[in-house]
């Protein structure tokens, strides 16, 4: 089992930013890749980035391109999503997930073996 806390949610205005945070806990060595997602309202939940936690490559959406970065600290078992220029159709609750199996889609939620619990973010215009 592994177990993933996300933190640094909030309320920002437009063209702000935040940093969310993913620490992981338990049998981390099986994790081969953490992806973020998000969830608006009445929407589906959808892939915002991963990062394969061995080799550090990142894939993003394309809506979050040029915007958003996401890195881990493999040593803290921690993943990070930053997040710049937010829109308010940024707004969402934004979840972690890992994944222990390396040939699956990375954007694909149903790749993801482990969630966390979900931090919201709020971004006013």
């Known amino acids: 089992q592994v177990q993933l806390v996300e933190s640094g949610g909030g309320l920002v205005q437009a063209g702000g930013s935040l940093r969310l945070s993913c620490a992981a806990s338990g049998r981390t060595f099986t994790v081969y890749r953490m992806g973020w997602f998000r969830q608006a309202p009445g929407k589906e939940r959808e892939f915002v980035a991963a990062i394969t936690w061995t080799f550090g490559s990142t894939y993003y959406a394309d809506s979050v391109k040029g915007r958003f970065t996401i890195s881990r600290d493999y040593a803290k078992n921690t993943g990070y999503l930053q997040m710049n220029s937010l829109k308010p159709e940024d707004t969402a609750v934004y979840y972690c997930?890992?994944?222990?199996?390396?040939?699956?889609?990375?954007?694909?939620?149903?790749?993801?073996?482990?969630w966390g619990q979900g931090t919201q973010v709020t971004v006013s215009s």
């Open positions: 997930a890992a994944a222990t199996r390396n040939y699956s889609p990375q954007a694909l939620s149903t790749s993801y073996d482990y």
